[in-house]
């Protein structure tokens, strides 16, 4: 049963500013970010080119550190473990798909799914048969054995996609995951997302700047000028 009042990922009072490229101060990106995402739910944030999204992912993932503040993965503050543990813990709880899916060309797809559950200990032979069950989930049965130059835009993403949920995430972080793709492509990748959530028990982070794709999701947050609001009480 799946328990959708579970905080899976949580965001408080978040901060982040960069040196501003004049050289003539600091660029504050994030203001005291707050964000609660429970599981099996998709959270779409948009906002203009340059609102800070990215850097807000990143700060979601661990990949970044906060100038202040504090993200919990399962209740647990991620900021305060060693680079290992942090790397360790993001390798089991948190999935990534990126606009650029980033698979190894000299890998098949099925190697490129399986890949992380490795790298967390998974034997090969189990890695393989979880890696084989999600690509057949996403209708890539047939696939399995093409390369990442051998597969279509679309296919590539879908492979991404299953690597993201190699070893089982509470959370997947999508940054644009269709932005380079056509119409058709993004209907199917959006479809297929929606249904993993829920065979996967997985909530998901969705960056997109398209509103029409934001409005699929369960909840829309806005992030403008360094503040992020739920979508409905900024208009």
Request: one cysteine or more.
């Amino acid at each position: 049963m799946i328990n959708y009042q579970q905080i899976v990922l949580e965001a408080v009072e978040i901060s982040k500013s960069y040196p501003s490229k004049s050289g003539s101060g600091m660029l504050e990106v994030l203001n005291e970010v707050d964000l609660k995402v429970h599981n099996s739910e998709i959270a779409a944030i948009i906002g203009s080119s340059g609102s800070g999204k990215s850097t807000l992912l990143h700060l979601l993932g661990g990949l970044d550190h906060p100038d202040t503040g504090e993200v919990y993965w399962e209740q647990k503050p991620i900021f305060k473990w060693k680079q290992d543990k942090l790397a360790e813990e993001r390798n089991r709880q948190v999935g990534f798909v990126f606009q650029f899916h980033h698979l190894l060309p000299e890998f098949t797809a099925i190697e490129n799914v399986y890949l992380p559950g490795l790298i967390s200990g998974k034997p090969l032979k189990e890695a393989e048969q979880r890696a084989a069950s999600l690509l057949e989930k996403l209708g890539m049965s047939d696939r399995t054995e093409h390369r990442p130059s051998q597969l279509s835009g679309g296919e590539q993403q879908r492979v991404a996609i299953a690597r993201a949920l190699m070893n089982n995430p509470s959370i997947i972080l999508a940054d644009e995951p269709t932005g380079n793709l056509d119409e058709k492509n993004t209907d199917i990748i959006l479809n297929q997302l929606i249904e993993l959530r829920e065979t996967e028990q997985v909530a998901m982070v969705l960056i997109t700047h398209e509103k029409e794709i934001a409005s699929r999701c369960d909840t829309i947050y806005e992030l403008k000028q360094g503040k992020l609001h739920r979508f409905e009480e900024t208009h």
